[in-house]
Nanobody
């Protein structure tokens, strides 16, 4: 059973940075990617970035490219999302998910989800 656990969210001032972590386990194959998503209050879930197993393929949504960086530590089975120059509009629940999809992540393409971690960016 695939399990995903996010951590690293919190309250940060505009212009600040955070690093989110997604601890992933339970995979039985290597042909998958991990995606990061955000759901702002009252809005649909939005794909931010994805990385394939072993980091060979990385994709970013244009909305975060240049400010967010996705990376992975395959020894620790963890995928990170480094976020800099945060803005109040980055506020929301952040989720990681796993799926056999390679591209700018779309929620419908991902099968397994973590519980999320909350990010609040104050102005």
């Amino acid at each position: 059973e695939v399990q995903l656990v996010e951590s690293g969210g919190g309250l940060v001032q505009a212009g600040g940075s955070l690093r989110l972590s997604c601890l992933a386990s339970g995979f039985t194959a290597d042909d998958y990617s991990i995606g990061w998503f955000r759901q702002a209050p009252g809005k649909e879930r939005e794909g931010l970035a994805s990385i394939s197993r072993y980091g060979g393929s990385i994709f970013y949504s244009p909305s975060v490219k240049g400010r967010f960086t996705i990376s992975s530590d395959d020894v620790q089975n963890t995928v990170y999302l480094r976020m800099v120059n945060l803005r109040p509009e980055d506020t929301g629940a952040y989720y990681c998910a796993a799926g056999q999809f390679f591209g700018i992540p779309r929620p419908s393409e991902y099968d397994d989800w973590g519980q999320g971690t909350q990010v609040i960016v104050s102005s």
